[in-house]
């Protein structure tokens, strides 16, 4: 019976959960903040619809350990490496000053300094799942503001580890700082010896379980482990959720983790909804009410503090104050670790339950502001007041000023963002005298190349004054190669208003963004989700030898129509019949257009041989193959030749065939040779 009740429980549960989720996606609000709301509604401070909770929590906590499993296996250490100023750097500063700071605000209520430390722990904590979500959505994972806060959010999910084995000590009487010595070490030994013992045996067990075929072996043996390495952990004093984390980083080195992630992952996600429906549970809306200028004044504390706080991180990195006022109110909230933590400080009596219920109100309050705090960040660092302040603060830098060393400059290119594209556009202009200037935001990659003498600023391009200083009235062109959706859009507008004349390319991932960005003023849009289609396309058809200007004309056509017609491309059938015994060595396909030279002409007429050194050893017309064809073989429209010859004399035979006539190859050809 206990059984049936639990599986009502779970309906209700998962129904409920369902239509206010469903409600919550409607208005663009995080789902998380859904299952919260279910929490409250079903629990037993609510509607009493739940009443097995004891066994739901049981289930949460599976949830959370499978939550910090995910953690483990998605956690590197090259990606740490890569992030390292980030995440140890402004992620350490973050947290350290965010728990004394708030030691000290909590000290006058009359609360222990263990207890206040604890507070701290609670408050450093920012919600890594709804902070992704939400970047996710808007596809800014890969702009500054995302990789900032993705290098924040790991470093404090991190310290949830250190933070869980400091609570028992915390809630001991006495002196506390050889306890907490202890611990530590006693936790440092034991995760050592799992991580080096798992390490030599995770490998074999799962190279045994795949060796035998079976999808079903792998997981089940993969849970084993999770479980298993969990237990290990928890027998010595240690928690579950630690154990769970420690397989998760185990594995992640394994050559199986993507795929045990993948088959992890929709429980993990049903069982987190629990988690967070769980939490929810706790709430008591009739506390609240009692006492809502309390949690009220709390909730502006945190929002505010945090803001500062991990905004003043930010920028003291060296990031500009756009960068900071997002990450700021972006991860202005109290994380889902926090309720981890709030759970655990509960257990050893490191807060009581009136402050555990204003904790926990105030922790739920900040997530559901969470969208609305992202969504006002976007447009406050867009503020034209704001922008003076960069200007004024870049003394803080420690950067040279760009108008210094651009006022002479004219006609140059104005680089904005100086990765991978960045870097070789750059290259390539140095290579061949092409003045131009780039613009970073990257304060240490600035530092770096200047001493390698590259001609690199510190700027904001979303900042007009960045971009004047940059000299951008005078510049013929400005290349936007950077992943800020939000900032190539600011950018664009910015730059079409000071150089009307101007030439403006832009690299975007999305096709969806590609019209909006022309109507702002961009004169060419690049699409990596197309152009790399379309690169794709141009192999394929090359290998189906289809004829180079066919080809090249297909692919201008779909860039000339910004890719509307890429779905509905049209292609003559058949591409390859009869040219398969002409395939003999390097070969090019060319197809005779009303405009080419060799329209009505026989082959000696057209001398392809004498002024390329290429030969037309076939040709393809209207189905039928014409195998070296006798030099009084007249050409057509429409007709397909088959040429042979080396690189050189193929790219010559192509461009004499085309309009251009053969002056133009003639030329082209001097040129090539002087080069």
Known sequence: MESLHLLRDLLVIYGIGVAVVFVFQKLRQSAIVGYLVTGVLVGPRGF?????????????????????????LEFSLQKLAKMSRVVIGTGSAQVIVCVALTVLLVGPLGIGWPQSLFWGFVMSLSSTAIVLKFLLERAEMDSVQGRVSLGILIFQDLCVVPMMVTLPVLSSSGDLLMPLIGALGKASLVVAGTL??????FPHILNWMVSTRNKELFIISSMFLFFGTAWVISWFGLSLALGAFIAGLVLSESEYSHQIFADIRPFRDSLNSL???????????????SQIRLIGLLIVLVILGKSILVGGAVFFSKYPVRIAIIVG????QVGEFSFILLKEGLKHSLVSDFWYQVLLSTSVATMILTPIAFTFSFQLAEKASLQRWIRRLQWRQGLPDIAEETS???????????????????????????????????????????????????????????????????????VLAISDPFSVRTATRLARSLNPEGFIIIRTKYLADVDDLYDLGASEVVTEEFETSIEILTRILRIYRFPRNVIRDEVKQIRDERYEMFRDLHLPAQPDQGFGEFVRGQTENFKVTESSPALGKD????????????????????????????????????????LLGSTQELENAVHYLEKEGLSDAGSSQARKTDS
């Open 275 to 289: 988690f967070f429906i769980s939490v929810g549970m706790l709430v008591d809306p009739g506390f609240v009410l």
């Open 329 to 332: 109110l972006g991860l202005a």
């Open 196 to 201: 080096i013992g798992a390490r030599y045996l």
């Open 408 to 478: 002479r400059l004219k006609d140059h290119l104005v680089i904005c963002g100086y990765g991978t594209n960045g870097r070789n556009i750059a290259r390539v202009l140095r290579r061949n005298g092409v003045p131009y200037v780039i613009l970073e935001v990257n304060a240490d990659t600035v530092r770096r190349e200047r001493e390698r003498g590259e001609t690199i600023f510190f700027g904001d391009c979303t900042n007009p004054e960045v971009l004047t200083h940059a000299g951008i009235q005078s510049a013929r062109a400005v």
């Open 48 to 72: 009493e619809w739940v009443s097995s909770s004891v066994e739901v929590e049981a289930l949460a906590e599976i949830g959370v350990m499978l939550l910090l499993f995910s953690l483990g």
């Open 603 to 642: 082959i000696r007429t057209l001398g392809l041989r004498a002024r390329t050194g290429a030969s037309i050893v076939g040709v393809l017309r209207q189905g039928e193959s014409f195998a070296n064809p006798s030099a009084e073989f007249v050409i057509r429209a429409d007709d397909t030749l088959v």
